[in-house]
């Protein structure tokens, strides 16, 4: 059988996929004002996963893009901000200066005239003993900048990407105590009736999403009560982090609008299915040869129909995954999700084709694969956690591994001690958001693609956020995490 007879699906290639952009500039004003958008929302997410932002007036933005330099200051406890605490290791010394990117510009009609865009955190003056060049104003502890970089090291080592984001969502007519707005199985119509409120709230979000120039692929009823999922087509890291986030702003606002409270909270219900952020990744070799190009890949693994480029992403993926789910896994809650036995991909570093069953999903018709990473969630700040998960896998791209790990059917934990060894299964999830901190202190490579001053600063922030989420009960804290999250 030829490979054209067995491709199937929509194919997506970094050349072909569609980027967002209103343009640049006072085009780009001009066409907002002309379209009614009177503010614009300057955003961007910090490392709780709390989505900011300054309201800033289109006519004093137009202002604003005039200076040599534009941007909003920030206080540089940004990323330390617990409540209204700082985590240890922050103090209210100094300011950022937020550069809006205008390629991030959405209009956001959940906001009637307001639109929104992303920036990055710069420095606002060089120091003595700061970085020279294009660096000497970067902020290693900006989210945006921190994932930019990793898709610059991966093209420089000759790999690029696609990422889309999976985002499953509950919405509830009570928080307190917690009541679903359905109670219905998963894809069933009755989860959907035609002119209900529920219905609305979905056509309506999924009208804004597109107005904002997201690919929406479809919605659909997922199996938990009140649980439906949006699934967007893929992009750049960068510009699908952005669109994950955008989606979010959407579900959340369109919701408020028909009484309803959405929520990604990881687990809700005890006795149900969670929910999850599952990313689509794709990777691509680099249409030029690379500025850094790797060692090769051995080429000596024949099981598989995956690339060798995809073969040394995936090995070292898996190798340092254990180490990445503080970043991809962040709260207490993230870890009643994720257990053996129930479709969340289980605990076990490994992957099997359409196996829900592996932390990592191949899928995708050969010459067109792509992995669903499944322990990712819905309370991780997207950037932090596709930087996490790009940078550790092109860490085996620069290396030239081979695929050494051996395919799982079926959940690895029901395998033998001797089977999982057979596989090259060796790595486990910590169960806990204190041991996956400790993991990630402990792993090189999780420091080097992140930098050791993010690693430390991210995990002070999030310890303190673990306690800040804390009450007397468990149901205090699902209830909490509902409201935050």
């Not at 929104?116 to 902020?139: N, P, Q």
Request: with cysteine; glycine share 8%.
């Amino acid at each position: 059988m030829s490979k054209s007879e067995v491709t199937y699906g929509l194919q997506y290639l970094p050349t072909s996929v569609k980027l967002p952009s209103l343009g640049q500039g006072n085009h780009v004003l001009d066409k907002l004002q002309y379209q009614g958008i009177g503010y614009v929302r300057l955003q961007w997410v910090d490392f709780t996963n709390y989505t900011r932002y300054r309201v800033i007036p289109v006519s004093a933005f137009r202002e604003l893009l005039t200076a040599s330099r534009p941007g909003v200051g920030i206080t540089k406890a940004v990323f330390g901000l617990i409540g209204v605490s700082l985590a240890p290791g922050f103090s209210g010394d100094g300011e950022y200066l937020l550069t809006p990117d205008l390629s991030s510009i959405r209009i956001s009609k959940y906001a009637p005239g307001h639109a929104t865009l992303f920036g990055w955190f710069e420095e606002k003056l060089v120091t003595a003993g700061s970085r020279t060049g294009e660096d000497a104003l970067k902020v290693p502890l900006c989210p945006r900048g921190l994932l930019r970089d990793v898709v610059r090291r991966g093209k420089a080592a000759g790999a690029e990407f696609l990422v889309g984001i999976e985002t499953e969502f509950i919405l509830l007519k009570s928080t307190n105590p917690i009541e679903a707005v359905s109670d219905y199985p998963w894809a069933s119509s009755r989860k959907m009736l035609s002119g209900s409120n529920v219905a609305k709230c979905l056509e309506e979000i999924a009208d804004v999403l597109q107005s904002g120039d997201i690919e929406l692929l479809m919605y659909h009823a997922e199996a938990a009560p009140g649980q439906y999922e949006i699934v967007t087509g893929p992009l750049p890291p960068l510009e699908a982090a952005d669109a994950v986030v955008f989606t979010r702003e959407t579900i959340l606002n369109v919701a408020a609008k028909y009484g309803f409270h959405a929520t990604f909270a990881p687990r809700v219900y005890p006795d149900t299915c969670g929910s999850a952020a599952h990313a689509h990744i794709s990777v691509h070799a680099t249409s030029q040869p690379p500025a850094n190009p790797p060692p090769a890949n051995p080429n000596t693994n024949r099981d598989t129909t995956m690339t060798p480029l995809e073969r040394s992403f995936l090995q070292s993926l898996l190798d340092h995954f254990p180490s990445i789910t503080a970043f991809t896994l962040p709260t207490t809650a993230s870890y009643d999700r994720v257990e053996d036995g129930i479709w969340s991909g289980g605990t076990y570093a490994c992957w099997g084709e359409e196996n829900r069953e592996a932390i990592v999903r191949l899928t995708g018709a050969p010459g067109s694969h792509h992995f669903e990473v499944r322990a990712l969630d819905g309370t991780a700040n997207p950037y932090i956690a596709l930087a996490a998960i790009l940078g550790v896998g092109l860490a085996g791209v620069e290396k030239g591994l081979e695929l050494g790990i051996k395919e799982v059917q079926g959940p690895a934990f029901q395998l033998s001690e001797e089977e999982l060894a057979e596989r090259g299964i060796v790595g486990r999830l910590r169960r806990t958001i204190d041991s996956a901190r400790e993991a990630a202190r402990q792993d090189a490579v999780v420091r080097e693609v992140l930098g050791r001053e993010f690693v430390e600063k991210y995990l002070s922030t999030n310890e303190a956020m673990e306690h800040f989420m804390q009450t007397a009960t468990a149901e205090g804290d699902r209830i909490k995490t509902v409201l935050h999250y």
